[in-house]
């Protein structure tokens, strides 16, 4: 069935330094990627998406790739924050409607 | 707007007792799916309605789980002769039409404990 492996299931940088999370998927017909933050105790919430058609989105400090060919996608976050520590969830979308979510990246941001 | 609300916030329950998780989506909203998320672990898809389509299923892992949904509107996820492996938070999120595009939102989570 379809899958979406995320990597690396835990992540600490020094406030300042860059993040990156990365995230491949198995369906070809994928063609909508989303990336959720979560909180502690709180509901995920969107905080970028990429469609198909780019290979690349930035919002402020927050950037997504996407390689259809390799079928691979990434979370670059520069400039970290303390309030950047969360949990971040990558999903993939296709023509079904749903998405499958990767198991997702415990990002922690040190003072 | 109200965004998607979901109750209870919390259920204790006995092992084999079963529970109803209620989810209400955003109003409008075409699309609604439920979650399960055991602790520390990433988002389970269970269960999927659009419209008046008939729902998808695939994500139930056991003929113990089932879903109802009225119209447009509530939402109700049961749970039959709960086990201790049932223990999570059920998220439910909606989404304004069935677009994979269309951004989904989510409810606050019903955290199930099963005793």
């Known amino acids: 069935g379809e899958n979406v492996e995320q990597h690396p299931s835990t992540l600490s940088v020094q406030e300042g330094d860059s993040a990156v999370i990365k995230c491949t998927y198995s369906?070809?017909?994928?063609?909508?990627f989303p990336w959720y933050k979560q909180e502690l105790g709180k509901r995920p919430q969107l905080i970028i998406d990429i469609r198909s058609n780019v290979g690349e989105k930035k919002d402020q400090r927050i950037a997504v790739t996407l390689n259809k060919t390799a079928k691979h996608f990434s979370l670059h976050i520069t400039e970290t924050q303390p309030e950047d520590s969360a949990v971040y969830f990558c999903?993939?979308?296709?023509?079904?409607?749903?998405?499958?979510f990767g198991k997702g990246t415990k990002l922690s941001v040190k003072p | 707007g109200a965004g998607v609300s979901q109750s209870p916030s919390n259920k204790v329950t006995e092992k084999g007792k079963d529970v109803e998780l209620r989810c209400d989506p955003i109003s409008g909203h075409t699309a609604l799916y439920w979650y399960r998320q055991r602790l520390g672990q990433g988002l389970e898809f269970l269960i999927y309605?659009?419209?008046?389509?008939?729902?998808?299923k695939s994500g139930l892992p056991s003929d113990r789980f089932s879903a109802e949904r009225t119209g447009e509107s509530v939402s109700t996820l049961t749970i039959q002769r709960t086990q201790q492996e049932d223990s999570a938070v059920y998220l439910c999120?909606?989404?304004?039409?069935?677009?994979?595009?269309?951004?989904?939102?989510f409810g606050p989570g019903t955290r199930l404990t099963v005793l």
């Open positions: 999903a993939s979308g296709g023509s079904q409607g749903n998405l499958i």
């Open positions: 369906d070809s017909a994928s063609n909508y």
């Open positions: 999120a909606s989404r304004i039409r069935g677009l994979v595009s269309d951004t989904q939102y």
């Open positions: 309605f659009q419209g008046n389509s008939a729902p998808d």
